[in-house]
């Protein structure tokens, strides 16, 4: 029977939000008479709201609850409760879940959806109808797992790309950014993100390169003809930006806490590279069409890599660490090595990625 009320579910970050965005446009032109929602959280808002293929958007952002819950009980219940209303209202038909585990395919059976997909991962899959078996993503990309899911469907991924649309607005917005900033047209711009790795939480310093490597970095590139380095950051991360944009010199602009999500993605579209480490900003950046430079340590870019993979797109990692990817079922270990995946990344090891992604194909 063809579906007429889709719901896809995903509580992740930007990466994996961006990662699903070939699943959803799959889903919209194989049933474009569906009604497709998308529950997701308020981090991953802005970009899903852009996604023109989605109808409805709902947002379950946990922490808002859990803050609510302590300043006023009842009103985090009723919170939660216009939530669920809403939800078994639209009398979805089928469900997509992303999430890995099971509190959401409880839900949805609660509520009556028939057919609910996801992934079997460590048995949490028992409430789904439909489920694929698996054991942590690992030797593919995400994008490749949840195009597994399509399948059951009836649905074949033809297009992976990841999709992020740009607003005239923030183009607008860019360009007077700039302008303002002294930048000229024809002046190559290099973004350089040097945090990142938000979803992470207090465990966000182990997917980032050192301060002193990005320095060492954006000094070199600062010195090729008409280049300007765009330092991009959270609020939190000024600091560490400013203190980067100072050693870099006058040939860098900090914008750390400057920008909003849709600001920056209309600034990175302009850039001819983006450096960062692992995290939303190399999704944004490919999601653009912009090459990269990503820096990998304890994660598998062969899953969690820029995608789809081309030339234009260079991942420094140490591949002879043993020890290395330590990132397995969705579960970070204790380093016991000072994390020697990053501390030994050498600048020179990224700037001759840089070359090699600015000399390379299509991004």
Not at 29 to 53: D, K, M, Q, S, V
Not at 58 to 84: C, G, N, P, Q, T
């Amino acid at each position: 029977m063809t579906p007429r009320r889709i719901l896809i579910v995903n509580p992740f970050g930007i990466g994996d939000v961006l990662f699903s965005t070939p699943l959803i446009r799959a889903v919209h032109h194989a049933f474009p008479h569906a009604y497709l929602a998308y529950l997701g959280n308020r981090r991953t808002e802005e970009i899903l709201r852009r996604n023109t293929n989605l109808d409805e958007l709902f947002i379950y952002e946990k922490d808002e609850v859990v803050a609510l819950w302590d300043r006023h009980k009842l009103h985090a219940l009723r919170l939660l409760a216009s939530l669920f209303r809403q939800i078994r209202h639209r009398r979805f038909d089928v469900a997509i879940d992303l999430s890995l585990g099971e509190r959401y395919s409880f839900l949805l059976a609660l509520f009556g959806v028939p057919r609910r997909i996801g992934f079997d991962f460590r048995r949490r899959g028992r409430f789904l109808s439909h489920r694929f078996a698996v054991n942590g993503f690992r030797d593919r990309h995400v994008v490749e797992y949840y195009a597994e899911l399509l399948g059951m469907l009836g649905i074949h991924q033809r297009d992976a790309a990841l999709e992020l649309a740009v607003s005239e607005d923030d183009r607008q917005d860019a360009q007077q950014r700039l302008g303002a900033r002294g930048i000229r047209a024809g002046q190559r711009l290099i973004a350089l993100v040097p945090a990142g790795g938000v979803s992470w939480g207090l465990q966000a310093h182990f997917r980032r390169w050192s301060k002193d490597g990005f320095i060492q970095v954006g000094r070199a590139l600062s010195r090729q003809p008409d280049t300007v380095l765009l330092i991009f950051g959270e609020p939190q991360d000024h600091a560490v930006c400013a203190q980067i944009a100072q050693a870099i010199g006058a040939q860098a602009v900090d914008l750390s806490g400057q920008t909003t999500l849709g600001q920056f993605i209309s600034l990175i579209a302009r850039c001819a590279l983006v450096i960062t480490n692992d995290g939303g900003p190399v999704h944004i950046a490919a999601s653009q069409g912009v090459r990269t430079v990503s820096i990998f340590g304890p994660v598998e870019p062969e899953v969690y890599g820029p995608y789809p993979r081309t030339d234009g797109h260079r991942v420094v990692y140490r591949e002879d660490l043993p020890c290395r990817p330590c990132y397995h079922q969705f579960k970070l270990p204790p380093c016991p090595y000072e994390r020697a995946c990053l501390a030994t990344i050498g600048a020179d090891d990224v700037l001759e990625a840089c070359e090699a992604a600015l000399a390379g194909g299509r991004a």
